[in-house]
């Protein structure tokens, strides 16, 4: 894509409204831009981050046999009121509204209600199970306040994946599944490095629910890694009973500011007893369906991503969710200089490699330069007089203070090698 | 896919609460779920067409210069006064609720306004002129009756392209192109047949608008069509002044019941007088920007297809946009037989085909044909003892009456065949 005919342009001074670092990096970037308090619309830039994040999600949740569908917002109160989640003393960050005739409606803010009545339509039998859903879909939450950017909004987009087992053998299984596909997930971002499984609080119907947490100063959550074993304890569960359950010592943990980019949940039959979501067992016997919840916020993982990888200049996305892989620049208005960038320009482009071409003309060197590493591209590639009649174009990663001058066939082999 | 595998069942008996025929028929095969009067989800099978037909809807956008962005559902009412759309009573079908301190928010019911006060941070000059952004976004109307199934829902998906242009005469030049683009939108869709521009009212800021109308009795619409000229007149519009205008004839036009399946609209500047969305000319001149917006709701369009696409077996989707390509079936239990339905699905698979597997061995063949026919995946090919003693599988169109047996080459031919 050519920067000229991109819409968005980047900022030079930060948004006097955010006082988190995601927001102001993805605001200045020209990724985001802030409708109010706690809810953003995603730009051209911005949405290309989201849509290569749900692609990682979606590969991995489909190759532990998910199945996407999509959910709705409005939610009714027939839903929610079995699982006595329908009151706002027991959810308190529900959007309301009303139809016309004035029946009372809810915004979605999760959907395991949603789900599990919706499975009653298609699980009556051991033969129907199990089955794994998933979406991504928008959830609504009332938050009182919303100062985190991108990493807690009041509209936002969550992919949740529901577990329909027979019993809990079978739910276990899957679950360590999701574990592990929840780390290929974290991975894949860029930000495995960092990010703990975490064990938390598992409500009224399991010991634990594991929660990935990514280190980082800016999160709300405050969790104990164990660096060697890779795992650590939420603070809510920090005592010495489950210390000793998990066989971790005091002396081997250290304290960390975390966010949580996901998490995994036994719901166990909460929700299937509830709404009587059940199944005959082979010997005709009825039972309810075991059930399990896994959840990641695109939005959230990409405003984590940014607190945790971007340095002065600007944001360094991790090449498999970069908006572009590489950004071209040409500098100065030099006729055969512009026209070797057109060249090299359509050249990568039909390698199907992702570029964005900063074309402009009406731009000083400098202001390319700052752009580019605001902007954050993986690899920076110039066309320059002096690049040329060095013998190339100048490459140089994102990541690493300087480039080199490379020949057509160095750069190629460079941005079509594989990770 | 392997419809053992699939969570979704076709129903035998329709829905009793739905008097739309796409609503019956997508419910009964499993493509869409209810979740209350005019808000539905979408399953596996409904997903795949609507991902389908957003993709359609995605090139040609991106094919005339659109840029893609995502917006919020949720409204402030500072964006909406300004070019008073916010009361109830000058836009009736709002969705209103509050934050915790009381503040109002509206869902949003269409987004020129803020598209319009957005575009305010990126547009200042001739130079970043003209600009087509475009997204895929859920609407909420708070519609009185909901009565049409996915034709016209409470909460729906809607493609939704706004231009930014220096004056009429460079809106016009994109109108045009937005107008072929919609056009072939509807061609590869499979009702290019059936759809016509259609001239209706403009509102105040231009003559006309053009609606994109589907010819089908369940249409909310009445049309005047001209079929030599393939275009037809909104009933609104049909006056002696508008036919002299256009050069039609009463007696050249056939009424008929149609669905409004797209519009294009000129919106002139209207939202950029009233948001104060303003550029300099290149003599340095403050004009508003000329505006137009241009619609399709993915899943009206889905609903519409199945109302005019269908026989009394169910529906017959258009290659293009059908769920799978090909509906194999294998029959009867034997071992050899299986095996060979076996082989025949994954190298169909390695193919790139798409392909759902009727793999299920606990449904009669009877059961198999009806839900394909129900279905409406435009290939079936079955496999059976009696195919494989008469050298191949049957392979039989939906839209044929009867099949013929292939062997394995004529078969990958006939499916790889490019239309």
């Keep these: 894509m050519k920067q000229s005919h991109l819409f968005t342009k980047t900022k030079k001074e930060s948004p ?3 006082v988190s670092l995601n927001a102001e990096l993805l605001i200045k970037a020209g990724f985001i831009n802030k ?12 949405l290309r981050v989201i849509k290569k994040i749900e692609n990682i999600i979606r590969e991995e949740m489909n190759a532990i046999g998910g199945q996407e569908v999509t959910l709705t917002a409005l939610q009714d109160k027939s839903t929610w009121e079995p699982t006595d989640q329908w009151a706002d003393d027991k959810v308190d960050v529900w959007f309301k509204t009303k139809l016309k005739n004035e029946t009372e409606l809810g915004l979605a803010v999760t959907h395991e209600a949603a789900i599990t009545k919706m499975m009653k339509s298609f699980i009556s039998s051991y033969r129907d199970l199990p089955k794994y859903v998933y979406q991504f879909q928008t959830k ?18 969550m992919k949740d994946l529901y577990s329909f087992s027979k019993n809990e053998e079978e739910h276990n299984a899957f679950y360590e599944k999701a574990n592990e596909a ?8 860029g930000i495995g490095h960092i990010t703990y499984v975490t064990f ?9 629910s594991h929660e990935f947490q990514t280190i980082t100063a800016a999160g709300e959550d405050t969790i104990y890694v164990d660096e060697n074993k890779g795992i650590a304890i939420n603070k809510e569960v920090y005592n010495d009973e489950v210390l000793s359950l998990l066989d971790l010592k005091r002396e081997d943990l250290v304290e960390n500011k975390a966010v949580e980019v996901g998490n995994i949940f036994t719901l166990s039959t909460r929700f299937s007893d509830a709404l009587e979501l059940k199944y005959k067992t082979e010997v005709g016997e009825e039972k309810s369906v075991f059930m399990g919840s896994y959840g990641i916020g695109p939005g959230r993982l990409m405003g984590t991503i940014v607190e945790v990888l971007s340095d002065d200049k600007g944001i360094i996305w991790p090449e498999n969710i970069a908006p572009f892989k590489v950004h071209l620049l040409v500098l100065g208005g030099d006729d055969n200089v512009l ?12 390698r199907g490699i992702e570029i964005l071409f900063d074309d402009r003309t009406d731009i000083s060197a400098g202001e390319k330069f700052a752009d580019s590493d605001l902007i954050g591209i993986p690899y920076r590639v110039v066309v320059s007089k002096r690049s040329l009649s060095d013998g190339g174009y100048e490459v140089k990663k994102r990541i690493e203070p300087t480039g080199k001058i490379v020949k057509i066939e160095e750069l190629i082999n460079l941005l079509t090698l594989k990770v």
Tied chains: 1, 2.
């Design 200 to 208: 938390a609080s598992g409500g009224m119907f399991s010991k634990f």
């Design 140 to 157: 609504f939450r009332n938050e009182v306040r919303a100062k985190s950017g991108i990493m807690r909004c009041r509209e936002f987009e």
């Design 16 to 18: 006097a409204d955010e």
């Design 35 to 46: 409708e109010m308090a706690g809810v953003y619309s995603y730009l051209p830039l911005g």
């Design 182 to 189: 929840y780390k290929n997930i974290f991975k894949r971002a």
């Design 339 to 350: 026209v070797e960038a057109e060249k090299l320009y359509q050249d990568l482009n039909s």
